[in-house]
């Protein structure tokens, strides 16, 4: 085990890696009309930017366990963040090809950030695992919510690519505060067959709410300022109440896993922020007016901070031990992903053939009315043994 001073240090560590995990690619979203300008890509290409760190989600995220069995937990988180800053630079550098080659290397590095931070907690902060998952969740939503508020001003006085290069201030700290920890191992490694994550029915209900949570919060992401200005706001208010999405899914990022550790199901949890988000969405929907339009974002916000965390708290929380908690995240992200990359490029199509967001909306409903049922069954007491 590590010594007090390490372990401080993976923690801070954790802490620092999760401000890096959205923020490299959903600025693209507050940005999205400045990069058509600057590159001429279609709405359904620039959604595809959002989509391709999704996908590259989806293909590694099943190997991370594999990956460390091989070579470590530490020398895998410490080579995916190499892995995200040689893409930060080959998207920076390069033309709309390397663009997209950038993208995909980011979300490489961005998939193991994913997966790993849930199984290193249980294993290492058994005792603190509701305060370790929030101050996870909590940092991943505050770096959406600083990506959200300086990609437009640093796009607009330096250029959009100098808003996706300015991670690498994070980035590279963050790499040499995990330094120290470069040789931690999950504990039980050399375990055998984790066969039976793959036959229970509640892990598949966990994959399908990661999906379908994953799908919602990366269209708002990625089209969120659009929805509101086709609305007839102008783009100012736009990109105050996107940063006020993004930032409002801190205070419920932070407290859902603590109150969930307090509860023996978390149930009646689960489906009451499903039911808030259907109500965000719809009143989102309706919105007409500012005041409106800032009850839609409120709701909408808080429940999707609470499902994110929500969902990392189950991968705990329904394991019995690190091995289990990473090849459940592994698998969830995975299929889950598969299905959030859908959302960015179906929501862009639709509108380029439509002209409208209104299918797109009620898709959204829909998918928040299956969290509140999902997130029902995931609350219940029962451990994936």
């Not at 005041?291 to 499902?307: D, E, H, Q, R, Y």
């Not at 090849?327 to 299905?339: H, M, W």
């Not at 797109?360 to 069954?377: E, H, R, T």
Request: net charge positive.
């Amino acid at each position: 085990m590590l010594n007090r001073r390490n372990l401080t240090l993976l923690a801070i560590g954790i802490v620092l890696l999760s401000c890096c995990l959205r923020g490299p690619f959903t600025s693209v979203g507050s940005m999205a009309s400045i990069v058509q300008e600057s590159t001429g890509l279609s709405s359904s290409s620039t959604g595809m930017l959002t989509t391709i760190p999704l996908l590259a989600f989806a293909v590694v995220s099943p190997f991370v366990g594999t990956l460390c069995k091989k070579f470590g937990a530490g020398y895998v988180l410490l080579g995916s963040l190499l892995v995200l800053v040689l893409g930060t630079l080959i998207r920076h550098f390069g033309g709309n090809s390397c663009l997209y080659i950038g993208t995909a290397i980011v979300g490489v590095g961005i998939a193991v950030g994913n997966v790993l931070p849930p199984a290193i907690i249980k294993v290492y902060f058994p005792n603190k695992i509701g305060l370790m998952t929030s101050l996870y969740s909590t940092c991943i939503s505050l770096g959406a919510s600083i990506a959200s508020a300086i990609a437009i001003p640093i796009a607009v006085s330096f250029g959009w690519k100098a808003s996706l290069f300015v991670w690498l201030v994070l980035i590279v700290p963050t790499f040499l505060v995990c330094l120290p920890s470069k040789n931690i191992q999950l504990a039980d490694e050399s375990n055998g067959s984790s066969s039976h994550i793959y036959r229970h029915p509640l892990t598949w209900w966990i994959t399908l709410y990661t999906g379908v949570q994953s799908l919602m919060f990366y269209c708002f992401a990625a089209w969120l300022a659009s929805i509101i200005q086709a609305k007839g706001f102008d783009s100012a208010i736009a990109g105050l109440l996107v940063s006020a999405f993004m930032l409002l899914c801190i205070p419920t990022s932070f407290l859902t896993p603590i109150l969930a550790a307090k509860m023996k199901s978390q149930s009646f949890l689960g489906a009451g922020i499903g039911l808030a988000y259907a109500f965000g969405v719809t009143f989102l929907l309706l919105a007409d007016s500012v005041p409106m339009m800032m009850i839609a974002i409120v709701c909408a916000s808080l429940a999707s901070g609470g499902t994110f965390s929500f969902i990392l708290s189950a991968f705990g929380m329904r394991t019995q031990n690190g091995q289990d908690a990473s090849n459940l995240s592994g698998i969830a992200q995975c299929v889950g992903y598969i299905l959030a990359a859908t959302g960015p490029v179906l929501f862009g199509k639709l509108y380029d053939t439509t002209q409208s967001w209104t299918i797109s909306m009620f898709i959204l409903i829909g998918s928040a009315l299956f969290l509140a049922v999902a997130g029902w069954v995931i609350g219940k007491d029962c451990i994936i043994e």
